[in-house]
């Protein structure tokens, strides 16, 4: 209506030439908002995401992958052939009425009773939409929601600009995030002894390395397989297995969403961008990757994957990690194990071996290969039904492992890129944001050589896997990783205080403090975080395991203290995306020499 109004308008004065090169314009203009408005909707609806630059730099390459375009596609084809037939059907009739339009006599005759009226109606109805959110169900995450695709991407341009200036709430939020204010790269721990710290580990005999076996699972709902429920542990064995002969952190969350945002937080050690996906909109930040650190020390580094790399661009970053990428076509979980075995028994043998398994068969709609039948209706069976099937890959890994030389010399990490929200925490997006529990909650596990089995309840981060690793092989190596290393406190955790955990996703913010939860939505604005308590033992529904737990439990909690997390939240999210901006996580290395 505020575009309508804008051109009823502009119709009243507009002569001569300019009059179809008007209509050109209100054609051109109403079929846009209508083709943005349907494509924001498909995106938010199934991905949790507002249809902005952002967003088109990560999936611009999204349907190189046909098989999880379909799966997309036909998992609600009714809905996608309705929003393109309202898009095609007002399209029409807006370029018809526009041609038709006599905007000659418009503009020639005096303005009617008529006209003032329709033209009063449009303003009026303009007016009272634009206004809504501030009197109809006001809540700020939904303001951001309804709001033209236009708007986010003038949001996004305006936030770029602003991160140029270093914030008022810089030191207060570097040192929420455990770094050094002072410092020029605040998170850069410099290794006086790298050198030789590279080469002693380079010279140890074979059976002194561990090879580092890394599953990184799609999908990975927490609550649903978090192993200190009992039934979990015959529905997955194999997960079961490892969780509980290891170190086992049931309450982990991911940096953000999606997947890239959970590789950013793996390989790289840090947190994603409070308001874009960072490895797409900074690709040039200077940084240091564990499997690179790896690679240093004379570690052979692959990945193997079934979902094709170009679909969420990260196909540039695998290349950079590891010596070996393999994709294999739309590949479900239990082939890309077996290809896992091939590769175990041709892999080089005078060098230790870091590999990343990532599965598949857990993403959405959760689809399995034909001869396993039809995807049941329910999502809460077809989610559990994925799950079984990626444990049984598991299984054959662990077998093939375990029938290997390297058997008793072998670091297992697995964790998950994201987590999925069922059909109920869905519509918790927008009281809470897109980075709740439903999107965040994952776990992590360690099981290796001198780690003895431990269940942490303690809440802790995806970007604790990289310096656990380094830790675990004693490796002291400069680097800008922002997690803690779980493996070299494994004997006294329960001692231990862990930092504030942090996610993003577009805009929005978790922190997970001690045994409490806080969203805010959206960070920009002045509106309050949201305080929950978190479920740190499974005390919630565990009889139904994908649906059983929906979110964190209400608490209140005294204003001041509400007040000062939230200006911790803020302080942390504009203190990072400076630094992001500046590229001050690790100098140059003719700087640093």
């Not at 940096?255 to 797409?280: K, R």
């Not at 580094?301 to 969420?312: Q, S």
């Not at 196909?315 to 994709?327: A, G, N, P």
């Not at 809470?432 to 001198?450: C, M, P, T, V």
């Amino acid at each position: 209506m505020a575009l309508t109004t804008c051109f009823m308008l502009a119709s009243f004065f507009v002569h001569g030439k300019c009059q179809p090169i008007l209509k050109i314009l209100i054609s051109t203009v109403g079929g846009l908002y209508l083709l943005t408005s349907g494509i924001d909707d498909e995106v938010q609806r199934w991905m949790f995401q507002k249809f902005t630059p952002s967003f088109i730099s990560v999936y611009i390459s999204a349907f190189t992958d046909a098989s999880i375009a379909w799966d997309v596609f036909s998992g609600d084809m009714l809905h996608f052939i309705l929003t393109i037939s309202i898009i095609i059907f007002f399209s029409i009739i807006l370029i018809t009425f526009t041609y038709k339009a006599d905007l000659k006599k418009i503009s020639q005759k005096p303005i009617t009773k008529k006209q003032f009226t329709i033209f009063g109606i449009s303003f009026l109805l303009f007016a009272i939409g634009c206004t809504s959110f501030w009197w109809y169900h006001p809540l700020p995450r939904r303001q951001v929601r309804i709001k033209p695709v236009a708007y986010t991407f003038i949001s996004e341009l305006i936030n770029s600009i602003e991160t140029m200036h270093v914030p008022d709430n810089y030191s207060e939020g570097v040192v929420a995030l455990g770094g050094n204010p002072d410092a020029e790269y605040p998170f850069w721990k410099k290794a006086d002894n790298e050198s030789e710290s590279l080469e002693a580990f380079r010279q140890k005999n074979l059976d002194e390395k561990p090879d580092i076996i890394l599953f990184t699972i799609e999908s990975l709902r927490g609550w649903t397989t978090d192993m200190r429920i009992g039934s979990n542990c015959k529905t997955f064995p194999h997960l079961c297995k490892l969780a509980l002969e290891g170190l086992y952190f049931p309450n982990t969350h991911s940096v953000g969403a999606p997947s890239i945002e959970g590789l950013l937080g793996i390989m790289e050690g840090i947190l994603s961008h409070p308001h874009v996906v960072f490895l797409n909109n900074y690709p040039n930040t200077r940084m240091r990757s564990l499997p690179e650190i790896l690679r240093e020390a004379g570690y052979y580094t692959e990945v193997l994957m079934g979902t094709d790399p170009r679909f969420a661009n990260e196909e540039v970053w695998f290349k950079q990690w590891f010596d070996q990428v393999e994709y294999i076509d739309n590949s479900n979980d239990v082939t890309l194990a077996n290809r896992f075995a091939e590769h175990l028994k041709n892999r080089p043998e005078d060098k230790p071996l870091f590999y990343h398994w990532m599965s598949r068969s857990m993403h959405v709609p959760f689809n399995l290969p034909k001869d396993m039948g039809p995807t049941p209706d329910d999502p809460a069976v077809a989610y559990m039904r994925a799950t079984a099937y990626m444990d049984s890959a598991l299984g054959i890994i662990l077998n093939a492992i375990e029938n290997s030389p390297r058997a008793n010399n072998t670091l297992f990490v697995l964790t998950g890129d994201h987590s999925y929200p069922t059909g109920k925490q869905a519509p918790l997006a927008e009281k809470f944001g897109k980075i709740n529990d439903g999107r965040s909650w994952i776990s992590l596990l360690f099981k290796g050589q001198n780690i003895k089995p431990q269940i942490v309840p303690q809440q802790v981060s995806q970007s604790d896997i990289a310096p656990s690793i380094l830790g675990y092989l004693n490796l002291d190596v400069s680097n800008h990783f922002m997690g803690i290393d779980l493996l070299s406190i494994r004997d006294n955790l329960s001692e231990e205080k862990f930092p504030p955990v942090y996610s993003f996703e577009y805009g929005d913010m978790g922190m997970w403090r001690d045994s409490m939860t806080y969203y805010i939505s959206p960070i920009k604005g002045d509106n309050q975080a949201i305080a929950l308590k978190s479920y740190l033992e499974p005390t919630w529904d565990t009889t139904q395991r994908v649906n059983g737990f929906t979110q964190a439990s209400p608490i209140d909690i005294p204003a001041e203290a509400l007040e000062e997390a939230t200006k911790t939240m803020r302080a942390v999210s504009d203190a990072w995306q400076y630094i992001i901006y500046k590229n001050k996580l690790m100098p140059s290395k003719e700087k640093d020499n």
